[in-house]
């Protein structure tokens, strides 16, 4: 039975410096939709395993096995009181994606990604330590935050579309279930539906789930994908550690980068940090709005604290199972799901620590299970490209409420215009110089 909260408290934690620990069916509740939701939503992490082998070239044993062990990190920002649900920097994979093919694939390549992500992991550690990570998100301009976060949607979303985008593969499949996921997600009417009728309020409940159900139906209707097929035998995969040492960790023939390779990653590594701060932003704005309707829980958002979670699961990381698509401090697109279960109050979700970290150990558990893993593999293109299109959605959303002025306005579209056509250093440089020219002085016009 989980430990009891009093009225406008935080949940229940045991205290470890910055950190708040909370284990699952002692410091909250074990959420069933939640659960469910993670069964099908698992098939998004799994999607990590065509890049690692296309851009990697390792087995498809050993990109499962990274998988694994990166749905186990995943746990520990619910574990040590960071509440989000976490995923991967995934606006940053087609920077990364051209970068690394710069290099020919084997050792080279493999060196270049454990430098990049020991030093992404690097700044996320100086900036959790320092305190610098709060001071920055309190301290930006709401121009250049709204340009992140809006540049960071427009990326999400442009990906699914472009020449060899997901949806011009799966145009079916992912169109109507990105249609889904917004009505079920963001819908006012559905939102009215929800109060008045009991099958809308259920199905409510579960997030995107249906969405995945439906393209699960509609990829194999439709010819753009194989019907999944449940095979039993084995229950859960144990990674192959000796395997992933072999083809890629440094502690295997890779071995670790030499100065030159880790000079050479710096510009990106940047970069990629620069990308991941819109999801300060916007986790710290999806908290915010569930605090609002649920006073009944204080809930401690602590950039610092969501830095050094994600500094731990890129330095492990880098070291046992090197990721292309980095280890960021949030899924969006789940973290608003979650959000908006939140919202409904007490009775919906206890705390938000019970949706997220069920949500995760749950991924977790359903990436390493054989049966579940080879159910959802078919639609695993289809599941990635409805969480980038949801996630587009909430990252223009906030950006949207985070601009108070004309010229938080104007600032933010060249960001982001900038930002998707020229990346997120070109993004950031051009907004600072523009708030210089435009926006300095005002605040002392307004007093």
Known sequence: MAMK???GQEQPYIPAGIFKIRLPFIHYRWEISECLQAIFMCATCLGAIPT????????????????IINGFFYSIHALLGDPVVPGWITPSIPLTTA????YEEGAVRNQHLIALQLEVGLIFLIMGITGLAQKVIDWIPASLKAGILLGAGIAAIAGEFV????FNLYPITVGVGALVSYFLLFSALFKKWMFRHKWAKFLGNFGMLPAILIAVAIGPLSGELPAPILELGSVFKIP??????EEISP????GWPGISTYVACLPTAFSIYIIAFGDFVSAKALIEEGGEARPDEKVDFNANRSNLCSAIRNLVQCVIAP???????????VTASVAERYKKGREEMDSIFSGVGTFRWMTFICVACVPIANFVQPILPAALSLTLLVQGYVCGRIAVDEMKTDEDKGIACVVATILYLKGSAWGLAVGIILYILV???GEEKKK
């Open 5 to 7: 909260r009093e009225y």
């Open 52 to 67: 690692l082998q296309s851009v990697m070239g390792v087995s498809y044993d050993v990109a499962w096995s990274m998988v």
């Open 99 to 102: 970068f690394l093919t710069m």
């Open 163 to 166: 020449e060899g985008g997901r």
């Open 240 to 245: 192959n550690f000796a395997a992933i040492i």
């Open 251 to 254: 502690l295997g023939p890779t």
């Open 323 to 333: 990721y292309v698509n980095m280890c960021g401090p949030l899924w969006a697109a």
């Open 439 to 441: 926006c300095l002085g």
